[in-house]
């Protein structure tokens, strides 16, 4: 899901998680981007849930409570 406003920039966004995190070739139905601030994703029923890809342990996806929490 895109913003009314500002959809290149969430469609950079989500280029960039996807590049750095594999976050597409996780098990995930849909991408909500429409909050500039955080990105928010609904996984598919059945499969892990916290694997990356290669059944490895997924890294720590920052939220906003752990942003700048370094």
Same mark, same amino acid.
Request: no cysteine; charged share 25%.
């Given at each position: 899901m895109l913003p009314d406003d500002g959809a290149t920039d969430a469609l950079n966004t989500l280029i960039g998680l996807d590049r750095d995190r594999g976050l597409l070739s996780r098990n995930i139905a849909a991408v909500d981007l429409r909050l500039a601030d955080r990105v928010s994703v609904r996984l598919r029923d059945g499969g892990p849930a916290a694997s990356a890809p290669g059944g490895a342990a997924a890294p720590e996806m920052? /939220?906003?409570? /752990?942003?700048g929490n370094t």
């Amino acid at each position: 899901m895109l913003p009314d406003d500002g959809a290149t920039d969430a469609l950079n966004t989500l280029i960039g998680l996807d590049r750095d995190r594999g976050l597409l070739s996780r098990n995930i139905a849909a991408v909500d981007l429409r909050l500039a601030d955080r990105v928010s994703v609904r996984l598919r029923d059945g499969g892990p849930a916290a694997s990356a890809p290669g059944g490895a342990a997924a890294p720590e996806m920052p /939220t906003a409570s /752990t942003k700048g929490n370094t």
